[in-house]
T-cell receptor, first 118, second 115 residues
């Protein structure tokens, strides 16, 4: 079974600074998806960024980028120019590409709470 | 126009009661899910349906019964509610067959409080 580990329960960053959230995962599969989701106090789950494991290029979405290290099974999220609205819980998640049964689910890490200070 | 909608968003009830949460998606997806988020924010899969067929049934007490009348709807019925059932329940959907980008689209969650 796949597992996702987020070792930082809480992080803090000053507005306009850069912060990196860590995520490692364990799998025996070679093709899969990795995601970062954001959950603000409104509790809505919002997709931040997606990475397909077969793509070597790291995904970027505006101020958000990932450092995907497939051999190390590491998938960190970098937030540049942090804004107050970035304050939220951030969840790393794994999904298999296998199109059967339990493989269709997202497996989440335990989350990192990000505080943004002035 | 909300893509994945859940009702009710808040539910407060007494132990022993039976309650239901409804979910609808208008994205045309073929797979729907129920996740439970506990007080420590941990998200755990409960059930998943693909084209009305149950494909994931994790270790969940049989007091929880999902039902999918069609591929756009997935409901969750809970019998004999217990204090430990208090949580936020998220409905989600995804497209698994052809053209999928892999992510799940989530509803706003239903916060269940059992007194």
């Amino acid at each position: 079974a796949q597992t996702v580990t987020q070792s930082q329960p809480e992080m803090s960053v000053q507005e306009a600074e850069t912060v990196t959230l860590s995520c490692t995962y364990d799998t025996s599969e070679s093709d899969y998806y990795l995601f970062w989701y954001k959950q603000p106090p409104s509790r809505q789950m919002i997709l931040v960024i997606r990475q397909e494991a077969y793509k070597q290029q790291n995904a970027t979405e505006n101020r958000f980028s990932v450092n995907f290290q497939k051999a190390a099974k590491s998938f960190s999220l970098k937030i540049s120019d942090s804004q107050l609205g970035d304050a939220a819980m951030y969840f790393c998640a794994y999904r298999s590409l296998i199109n059967t049964g339990t493989a269709s689910k997202l497996t989440f890490g335990t989350g990192t709470r990000l505080q943004v200070t002035l | 126009d909300t893509a994945v909608s859940q009702t009710p968003k808040y539910l407060v009830t007494q132990m022993g009661n039976d309650k239901s949460i409804k979910c609808e998606q208008n994205l045309g997806h073929d797979t729907m899910y129920w996740y439970k988020q506990d007080s420590k924010k941990f998200l755990k899969i409960m059930f998943s349906y693909n084209n009305k067929e149950l494909i994931i049934n994790e270790t969940v007490p049989n007091r929880f019964s999902p039902k999918s009348p069609d591929k756009a709807h997935l409901n969750l019925h809970i019998n004999s509610l217990e204090l430990g059932d208090s949580a936020v329940y998220f409905c989600a959907s995804s497209q698994w067959a052809g053209g999928s980008t892999g992510e799940l689209f989530f509803g706003e969650g239903s916060r269940l409080t059992v007194l």
